[in-house]
């Protein structure tokens, strides 16, 4: 089975800092996907960052990145300089199969001015 | 704006009642989601469609009745529901088939009393 685990469920960083956030994964598949999602109080979940398995090179954009160890199963984002509107729920996501998204349970991220 | 759209935003509901959730998207996609959101738990997929049809269903109650008259409109009609029901609902839409990029709505805030 597929699953996805983040093992900080809350984190706070002065702005300007950077931070990172872990993820671990379990499954059997050869190629995948794997997907950080923002959601701000606002509730909707917006799109961070997504790595393809088989792809080496980790994904950025912008400020944010990702380090990528597919042997390991894990997939952790890093927010450099970050800023007072990244304070939101992170949620790590595997997509276990054509438009199945697994998600882990979320980390509170809190950036202090 | 978003270019999915959930209404209600908030719903509240005895047990006995009937509503329906509705879902829009503005993307052109063709694929349309269903997702729950608990306290506590990571976000469960409950339903997906594809160009209408419905393409998976994770294993839902029948209290849950979803409904995709077309591409763009979503809509889980309620029928006596439980508390435990109570959760974020949110809706997703994407391209198609395979590993793109879902993007999701606002969602509705359930409670069941």
């Known amino acids: 089975a597929q699953t996805v685990t983040q093992s900080q469920p809350e984190m706070s960083v002065q702005e300007a800092e950077t931070v990172t956030l872990s993820c671990t994964y379990d499954t059997s598949e050869n190629n995948y996907y794997l997907f950080w999602y923002k959601q701000p109080p606002s509730r909707q979940m917006i799109l961070v960052i997504r790595q393809e398995a088989y792809k080496q090179q980790n994904a950025t954009e912008n400020r944010f990145s990702v380090n990528f160890q597919k042997a390991a199963k894990s997939f952790s984002l890093k927010i450099s300089d970050s800023q007072l509107g990244d304070t939101a729920m992170y949620f790590c996501a595997l997509e276990r199969g054509a438009q199945k998204l697994v998600f882990g349970q979320g980390t509170r991220l809190t950036i202090n001015p | 704006e978003t270019g999915v759209t959930q209404t209600p935003r908030h719903l509240v509901m005895g047990m006995t009642n009937k509503k329906s959730l509705k879902c829009e998207q503005h993307?052109?996609?063709?694929?349309m989601y269903w997702y729950k959101q608990s306290a506590k738990k990571p976000l469960e997929l409950m339903f997906v469609y594809n160009f209408k049809e419905q393409t998976e269903n994770n294993s839902v109650p029948s209290r849950f009745s979803p409904e995709c008259p077309n591409s763009s409109h979503l809509f889980l009609h309620l029928h006596t529901l439980q508390p435990e029901d109570s959760a974020l609902y949110l809706c997703?839409?994407?391209?198609?088939?395979?590993?793109?990029?879902?993007?999701f709505g606002a969602g509705t805030r359930l409670s069941v009393l």
């Open positions: 997703a839409s994407s391209q198609g088939q395979g590993a793109n990029i879902q993007y």
């Open positions: 993307l052109g996609h063709n694929a």
